[in-house]
């Protein structure tokens, strides 16, 4: 098992540039989440999916949108790229609900806006 | 939202000594997780925790669930280089997602 992937490592754009970055996971997984790192702030949520065709907002999700077509697939957009979106975005999978949320993070991606 | 603090903020430590680090919360968590993340990779889950006063070990890694349901704390014993690292909590309260930490800054000198 690959576990979570995510497309691509890297990337730059110019302010305005619109992108979508693709996380995809093999474990069957139900709820898939999109995180954001920031130095000296931890990770934040940006946004989440509880299923196929189901997404929630986060802790930051201004400027970002979601998809979730398919369920091992979990799509972030940005419409209008801005400097302030510099981060490295990491997705993550669980398996279910409840108490039992343990949750696998992939590699990451990490993007500067210029 | 929910916040977490996490101390200390970095650590520098001699090799074979035992490290300890701690997040506590103005909320209440149903779950405590631990995580570490390495230069240019994802998070990587250590410990899981699920119920108040739980004490769960994972070879030298140690991590208790605390009473009050506002805090955790993690162990590691006899440190080695590879245990190099930043060193999240991460709680879940009633939302989905989860609430982190700023991390632990792991330095080991030998």
């Known amino acids: 098992n690959a576990g979570v992937t995510q497309t691509p490592k890297f990337r730059v754009l110019k302010t305005g540039q619109s992108m979508t970055l693709l996380c995809a996971q093999d474990?069957?997984?139900?709820?898939m989440y999109w995180y954001r790192q920031d130095p000296g702030m931890g990770l934040r949520l940006i946004h989440y999916?509880?299923?196929?065709?189901?997404?929630a907002k986060g802790e930051v999700p201004d400027g970002y949108n979601v998809s979730r077509l398919k369920k091992q697939n979990f799509l972030l957009g940005l419409e209008s790229a801005a400097p302030s979106q510099t981060s490295v975005y990491f997705c993550?999978?669980?398996?279910?609900?409840?108490?039992?949320?343990?949750?696998?993070f992939g590699p990451g991606t990490r993007l500067t806006v210029l | 939202g929910q916040q977490l603090n996490q101390s200390p903020q970095s650590m520098f430590i001699q090799e074979g000594e035992d490290v300890s680090m701690n997040c506590t919360s103005s909320?209440?968590?149903?779950?405590w997780l631990w995580y570490k993340q390495e230069p240019g990779e994802g998070p990587v889950l250590l410990i899981a925790?699920?119920?108040?006063?739980e004490l769960t070990s994972n070879g030298r890694l140690t991590a208790q669930f605390g009473i009050t349901r506002k805090d955790s704390f993690l162990n590691i014993s006899a440190s080695i280089p590879s245990d190099v690292g930043i060193y999240f909590c991460?709680?879940?309260?009633?939302?989905?997602?989860?609430?982190f930490g700023k991390g632990t800054h792991l330095i080991i000198q030998p």
């Open positions: 993550a999978s669980s398996y279910l609900r409840g108490a039992y949320n343990e949750q696998f």
């Open positions: 474990m069957n997984h139900e709820y």
């Open positions: 999916s509880v299923g196929e065709g189901t997404t």
């Open positions: 909320s209440i968590f149903n779950t």
């Open positions: 925790l699920y119920k108040a006063g």
């Open positions: 991460a709680g879940r309260g009633g939302a989905d997602g989860l609430t």
